[in-house]
């Protein structure tokens, strides 16, 4: 990817939608089927946000397989590359992706597709952090982050993290702390991960301007 430096990659991380693999935090109180569909949503949620922001070019890597309707709907709407997480772990597959958009754009922002809370005015905000920091990380409200971004990383920040559970975010600050990196933190949000998180996402659903993508 010819690319001049000085420019901003967006990197959206998902997982390819198997019925069964996907939201399982969900259910029962959600059937396999729907809480596929609620995966997808998002994921288109988030796409849109991303290409909308107008701050860089999109890329869209997946975990899994790449050959989906999603995903081609993903292309449809503008993403600039699709590529495969590689790594053995959440952290080794954030750290390949972000080191990689490095080698060819000044700043790297990484999302997941489980925050639709990500728009606009905050993702500015991540990059307007950069400006003067290394790293900025968007923290979760349930204890995991939904945002790191970086014009400069090291692989101790994402090692010996115990992904999946509440610690995410604390551990994450103490490795940040130790790399000698400057970072920055951003507001909480939420990630809509079980059925308490439900009534928040239908809220901003309702909220969505009309013309918007049907999701």
């Given at each position: 990817?010819?690319t001049d430096r000085g420019s901003l990659l967006l990197v959206q991380f998902a997982?390819?939608?198997?019925?069964?693999?996907?939201?399982?935090?969900?259910?029962?109180?959600?059937?396999?089927?729907?809480?596929?569909d609620l995966h997808c949503q998002l994921t288109l949620w988030t796409c849109d946000?991303?290409?909308?922001?107008?701050?860089?070019?999109?890329?869209?890597?997946?975990?899994?397989?790449?050959?989906?309707?999603?995903?081609?709907?993903?292309?449809?709407?503008?993403?600039?590359?699709?590529?495969?997480?590689?790594?053995?772990?959440?952290?080794?597959?954030?750290?390949?992706?972000?080191?990689?958009?490095?080698?060819?754009?000044?700043?790297?922002?990484?999302?997941?597709?489980?925050?639709?809370?990500?728009?606009?005015?905050?993702?500015?905000?991540?990059f307007e952090a950069l400006q003067a920091s290394s790293v900025v990380v968007g923290?979760?409200?349930?204890?995991?982050?939904?945002?790191?971004?970086?014009?400069?990383?090291?692989?101790?920040?994402?090692?010996?993290?115990?992904?999946?559970?509440?610690?995410?975010?604390?551990?994450?600050?103490?490795?940040?702390?130790?790399?000698?990196?400057?970072?920055?933190?951003?507001?909480?949000?939420?990630?809509?991960?079980?059925?308490?998180?439900?009534?928040?996402?239908?809220?901003?659903?309702?909220?969505?301007?009309?013309?918007?993508?049907?999701?």
């Amino acid at each position: 990817m010819d690319t001049d430096r000085g420019s901003l990659l967006l990197v959206q991380f998902a997982r390819s939608p198997q019925e069964g693999c996907v939201k399982t935090r969900m259910m029962p109180h959600l059937s396999a089927s729907e809480a596929c569909d609620l995966h997808c949503q998002l994921t288109l949620w988030t796409c849109d946000q991303l290409l909308n922001c107008g701050l860089g070019a999109v890329e869209l890597s997946v975990a899994g397989d790449t050959d989906h309707a999603l995903f081609r709907q993903c292309e449809a709407m503008g993403i600039a590359r699709l590529t495969t997480q590689y790594g053995s772990d959440l952290g080794e597959r954030m750290f390949n992706a972000v080191a990689q958009g490095l080698a060819h754009y000044e700043c790297v922002i990484l999302v997941g597709s489980d925050c639709p809370g990500i728009d606009v005015s905050y993702l500015e905000q991540a990059f307007e952090a950069l400006q003067a920091s290394s790293v900025v990380v968007g923290p979760a409200t349930d204890g995991g982050y939904v945002l790191i971004g970086a014009r400069q990383i090291k692989d101790e920040i994402f090692q010996g993290i115990p992904w999946g559970s509440d610690q995410v975010y604390t551990q994450t600050r103490l490795a940040l702390t130790r790399s000698g990196l400057t970072w920055a933190e951003l507001p909480y949000l939420a990630d809509i991960d079980r059925p308490e998180d439900l009534p928040l996402w239908e809220a901003l659903q309702r909220d969505r301007p009309s013309g918007s993508i049907g999701v």
